[in-house]
């Protein structure tokens, strides 16, 4: 079994119990396994990169909706991201092209995140919550969010942002392990805590809530407040 196989049944076996139990996942720190042949030829094994976690999430056969995708859809951006950017889920066009936030509320979404000087090509890694589509771009299931959860966790631990920006009500929820509404999680500061016991470098990681970039093509009023949020991180960029 290779490390990343291994790991990934952990993070799996981990989350499934933290839902049963407590109804939210919670991050630990993940056990550190050698791939069989490396440990065989007595070399260590050299650790998680983004492109193993893409590949495991392309071959991903977890929840029900990997029978529904086209494609599904790890992420993109730069590999030591300052800001590590959650969405949903993809929707048609995500699915189509394999990319994260390329459709419609993608658009608006490179131009919100342009206005406080960040991008996909320069500092930003954007992911989503689930990585494959709903049917119907419906919200992701319970049991469909935490099959992903693991892959989120991984691809935290190592692009290892410095700041986490969550878009809309299921990123927030999911992050901040919490049911409470977004129009009250949004515009504060959260600390994303890794587990304690893990002796991380970067144990807690500063995390904000906006609106999602559908909610203000749908709802134009939320464009204010969501802007307040944004130049908020804009703030803790610059320190
Ligand atoms: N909405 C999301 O949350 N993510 C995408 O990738 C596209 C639309």
Redesign the pocket.
């Known amino acids: 079994m290779t490390a990343e196989d291994k790991t990934r049944l952990a993070a799996l076996l981990d989350t499934a119990g933290d839902f049963l139990r407590d109804g939210h996942w919670r991050d630990r720190e993940a056990p550190a396994f050698e791939d069989d042949a490396a440990a065989a030829r007595g070399i260590a094994y050299a650790g998680d990169t983004p492109e193993a976690i893409a590949g495991d999430i392309r071959s991903c056969s977890a929840c029900g909706l990997c029978e529904v995708r086209i494609l599904a859809?790890p992420g993109e951006g730069v590999r030591q991201p300052r800001v590590l950017v959650i969405?949903?889920?993809?929707?048609s066009?995500?699915d189509e092209k394999g990319r994260?936030?390329?459709?419609p509320?993608?658009r608006l979404l490179d131009r919100m995140l342009a206005g406080i000087a960040l991008s996909r090509s320069t500092n930003c890694f954007?992911t989503?919550t689930v990585k494959c589509r709903p049917p119907g771009n419906r919200v992701p299931l319970p049991a469909e969010t935490a099959a992903c959860v693991p892959f989120l966790i991984r691809q935290i631990r190592t692009v290892r942002p410095a700041f986490i920006l969550c878009?809309?009500r299921?990123?927030a929820q999911t992050m901040l392990r919490t049911d409470e509404g977004i129009g009250r999680l949004r515009g504060t500061f959260f600390e994303y805590t890794m587990d304690a016991a893990s002796g991380a470098a970067a144990a807690s990681i500063p995390l904000i809530a906006t609106y999602?970039?559908?909610a203000l093509l749908r709802d134009a009023s939320l464009k204010r407040p969501a802007w307040e949020d944004l130049k908020k991180l804009f703030t803790r960029l610059q320190t």
């Open positions: 859809v969405g949903e889920a993809p929707g066009e995500e994260p936030f390329v459709g509320a993608g954007i989503n878009m809309g299921v990123a999602h970039p559908s």
